[in-house]
RNA sequence: CGGGGCGUAGCGCAGCCUGGUAGCGCAUCUGCUUUGGGAGCAGAGGGUCGUCAGUUCGAAUCUGACCGCCCCGACCA
């Protein structure tokens, strides 16, 4: 029995100030967690027990399709160096040095490792497929930690890894890496989604995020209401048509002068016409940090990068960056006028020679699907206080290759059902994707097939931030709860603000189910009450807290919401007749019930409580 | 790494401008009262004022360097 009074959770009455998202200031409050240094937290009592409730579910889920192992967390330089990612890495990977001076790192993933027992020791396509998993200690030095648990330097991560003999095997080990994500997280509580997303570094053919909508989070995500999901970086959008403007003169590309007029804005005004009749020229460098001989000898180790969109787009740079191939930087504006002979600010795309092939040397230009059978645009002259009219891209000028590189808007239509998207930013929960054979091919893992020849596997890699499912779980829960307080305490800024910081985990998650609370243990029939209400609730099998301290009710009954703790029975003036309050902190509902049925209605409220989830 | 902010008792803060040897609330401990929504009264304990150096008769206070933490940006398998 776990009692309250021999316990420590150092609950706080304010919250540190360096505590800024609601997870983290609640994490504190509550004595979930404390801070040790930026990024790293100690998991107290309370912040272990619902970690540990969540490293069950993932385990628990997982085993149905993968085999647990533990890998090291501190990992020779030799095996990050085959797969290139010792230099890779970068500024993001610790290192360190044993006493011979031998290097080491501290992963950050664990591809490498499991690839290099993959190598020595499968053999035959029949060995396949395999998917291993641990629940490990990830290092990672992150540029900036923040949000508390968001965004650390030491967490925890459920990783894992199949290999298959060919893509059709990888397609059913990510399929069901997707059904099992679904079932954690469900069994979580978490209002979740799954998001399309970019596989740009990891190299890989599809990739799935599952996002949790919070303000806290750092990803922005697109979806709709007909199923659509995507990251930004990825998303796309249906668009209504736009009518072109009318030719003027002879209808051929005629110069206007535009003195000053810069910017998008500046030149609508200006020639009195549309933000989407312009068409707008951004200029970026892109440099291939990993690129082949082959590769520079074709194309270079940096080469322009010119992408027009239209005047109200905005470019999105993760997509343009998977098309150049590299990572992407804005041209200076010393940079354009050498590279193109034209002012920044009056780019434009005739007389811009764009490569004719994205292999083939020379400028790569992009033109943005948007723009594709449009005509009569405006556009920069690449003549200092100049811009063109009857502009109509592929009659007065090719480039490259046409392909969508801008970000979608909010309210636009999804290209799947012709639903609005909402946009939001969310947090990452889990990551799939379908890694290829980037590494097995690197470090040349091979099995013979069924014709007796070496096959190199395929391999896909599977991530859940186990602290993450605790902090979107209170973001939301907390989220919640301040609606409904802004809703019932419209005039009330200060009711507003403290129900603001409350929440309730999901039972499935809590560090307890109940709390048990007597509100005045001096009181003999209480306290028994309250010993033998818990001691059958723990019989069976709910996972119970007994407030036993000397405290005042109200400081008990404010600790118990701190917590978090989705049910509590509070044990009070109403036993005379027999009776103990149960409160519902999910449904916010409280009934007063026979002592004799708290088992019973509770089990019932729980189960139900699993089944809404 | 760029920009901003902060560092004084466990937590929240004042004091710094104008130098004179540290204070408030909460928490903690003791006693009495109180006991269903963060109690009241009385008393007590607790601080190298982030670190180092400098200026000064004297530094929490002024100056410099460094360290740490938070926020925005860059970055982010």
Redesign the pocket.
Known sequence: MHRWSQLFIP????????A??AS?KLLL?AGYIR?L????YSYLFLGNRAINKIVAIVREEMDTIAQEMHLPALNPREAWEESG?WAG?GE?MFRLKDRRGAELCLA??HEEIVTSIARSELRSYKQLPQIWYQIQTKF?D??????GLL?VRQFL?K?AYSFDIDEAGLDASYAKHEAVYRRIFTRCGLDFLAVDADSG??GGSASQEFMVYTDAG?DLIASSSSGYAANVEKATSQLAPVADLAPTGDGQPELVHTPEQKTIDEVAAFLGVERVHQMKTMAYIVEHLDADEKQIKAVGKARAVVAFLRGDHQINETKLSAIAGG?LRPMQPEEISVTFNAPAGYLGPIGLVAAPHPKKPGTLVVLDAALEGRTNLIAGANKEGYHLRNVTPMRDFRPTLVADVRSVNEGESDPIGGKPLRIGKAVEIG?I?KLGYRYSKSMGASVLNKDGKETTPIMG?Y?I?IERILTAAIEQSAAKFAAQSIAQNAGDPKAVQSATESYALPPSIAPFQVVVTI??V?EAALLAAGEEIAAALEQAGIDVLLDDR??????K???A??IGVPFRI??????AEGK??L?NRLTNRTDDIPTAEVVHRLQAALSSSATHN
């Open positions: 609950t706080l009455r304010e919250a540190p100030t360096d800024e998202v983290h409050r801070q240094g930026a990024g790293l990612r890495m993001n950050m993933t990672r992150e540029p900036r930690p923040k949000s965004r991560m990783d570094s990891m750092e990572v990551h994707f890699s991530g931030g509100t005045n001096r000397d405290e005042r009710a109200g400081v009954f404010k600790d919401e701190l509070a044990i009070g003036k109403k036993l103990v309050e409160l």
